[in-house]
């Protein structure tokens, strides 16, 4: 029996039953964005059984979350102009709902962040953060209107983030300076009204964000500059470390390990408060 053979009457049975498996995922998780979607956004924090309370539209999760639909949708658009994987969600009556969502999603946040003054703010990674404006630049570039706008901020904060040096200033890459009203007073929150300013958080070594920012040039289409090689550097070395980690038992491995299943949740469920589960702060 040759090993094509041996495959169609084995292990054939064993991957056309993950596969099922994986679209039943996909379709519960589709449901679930449409189906905590309110008027331009998605609720912060989702919980079973509970009713949801429509916060204020939260320009990270609201981007991360768009994001999410397009590669649920999986349109040439979203996958280079690849042949994606064969899912039929984007032929179903939820895939156009989806797509409306998203529409609806995608104007209020472009609105959102040029009523601030063009420029993102997260409570989690303070402002213009390179996990924010990666997300973005993945919504604006599969977005029908894309404003110049975005595109100039994008552009400009990433190229400011190529220039950082991860090994010795990580905390440069969130912002959560009190922001300056039109007087210069940053004590003075009556005298602007509009302003909100982060809580600060101490930043945790991760190896992926140089790859988020590394990612953003490559979806506007930015060449990096050369120094960029110390962020490759920075994500081999501490990638090695935090794998190292997995073989020593209350590691830093298993911290590592809660953040990678806060954020799985936080996609299944479609909207569930990581911060809750995860406090520490954001990761560098």
């Not at 039953?17 to 956004?41: N, P, R, Y």
């Not at 930043?203 to 979806?219: D, K, S, Y």
Request: charged share 25%; glycine share 6%; aromatic share 8%.
């Amino acid at each position: 029996m040759t090993a094509l053979e041996s495959y169609l009457t084995g292990d054939v049975l064993s991957d056309r039953g993950d596969i099922a498996t994986i679209e039943s995922v996909l379709g519960e998780t589709a449901s679930t964005i449409e189906m905590t979607f309110k008027d331009t956004h998605w609720p912060y924090e989702v919980r079973r059984g509970a009713a949801l309370t429509v916060g204020k539209l939260s320009q990270s999760t609201t981007a991360m979350m768009i994001h999410a639909i397009d590669l649920l949708l999986d349109t040439p658009e979203t996958n280079g102009g690849k042949l994606g994987y064969v899912f039929t969600l984007n032929d179903d009556p939820l895939g156009k709902k989806l797509s409306c969502c998203r529409k609806t999603a995608a104007d209020a946040l472009f609105d959102e962040i040029k009523k601030a003054g063009n420029k993102t703010f997260s409570k989690t990674y303070g402002r213009n953060d390179p996990l924010t404006l990666s997300f973005l630049a993945e919504v604006w570039l599969h977005s029908g209107s894309k404003p110049d706008c975005i595109k100039e901020l994008i552009s400009t904060k990433a190229n400011e983030h190529m220039q950082l040096d991860l090994a010795k200033d990580a905390e440069s890459f969130f912002d959560f300076n009190p922001e300056s009203t039109s007087n210069g007073d940053h004590s003075n929150a009556a005298s602007n009204a509009s302003r909100v300013d982060p809580s600060r958080s101490t930043p945790l070594t991760n190896a992926f964000i140089p790859l988020r920012v590394l990612r953003t040039c490559r979806v506007i289409g930015l060449d990096p500059p050369k120094g960029y090689r110390i962020h490759l550097r920075y994500f081999e070395s501490t990638l090695h470390d935090q794998l190292s980690f997995i073989s020593i038992p209350d590691s830093r491995w298993i911290l590592l390990k809660k953040v990678e299943a806060s954020c799985d949740r936080y996609l299944i469920a479609g909207g569930g408060n990581v911060e809750a589960e995860w406090e520490q702060g954001p990761a560098v």
